[in-house]
């Protein structure tokens, strides 16, 4: 059974009209060497990104909203931007690097055929 409360066009519409904030987004890329089994993390370009950011309150459940700790902030950014685990957020100078990430179904199909993901929310944590 499909069912379907939350387009990708409504979350544009609520950045685009309502929420938004132009941001910094890098991404970073991990690999890891087959001869040593040592990992490197390199930089991509910076781009600018418009999302939704919330700094998180002393009382913010984040359980709740399906993170698995308590970041220093939360972002819910469009799909297509492709913020990954390890991707570094600017805002208003400061950087934030995604600790922890997920795709956020906007229609959910129980038969695992039609499910379309809508937005992709992530905890930011302070980069060092």
């Known amino acids: 059974m499909v069912q379907s409360a939350f387009s990708v066009a409504d979350f544009d519409f609520i950045l685009k009209n309502y929420a938004g904030r132009l941001l ?11 001869y040593t089994g040592e990992e490197t993390i390199t930089a991509g370009t910076a781009t600018n990104i418009l999302c939704y950011v919330m700094k998180t309150g ?30 570094l957020i600017t805002v208003n100078g400061e950087k934030y690097r995604v600790k922890e990430s997920f795709d956020v179904p906007g229609t959910f199909d129980s038969t695992g055929t039609g499910t379309v993901y809508t937005y992709t929310a992530a905890s930011l944590f ?3």
């Open 126 to 128: 302070k980069a060092e």
């Open 24 to 34: 910094s987004h890098t991404p970073y890329t991990k690999t890891e060497s087959n």
């Open 58 to 87: 002393q009382n913010f459940d984040f359980k709740q909203y399906g993170f698995l700790e308590k970041g220093d902030m939360v972002g819910l950014f469009k799909i297509a931007d492709s913020v990954t685990l390890n991707s």
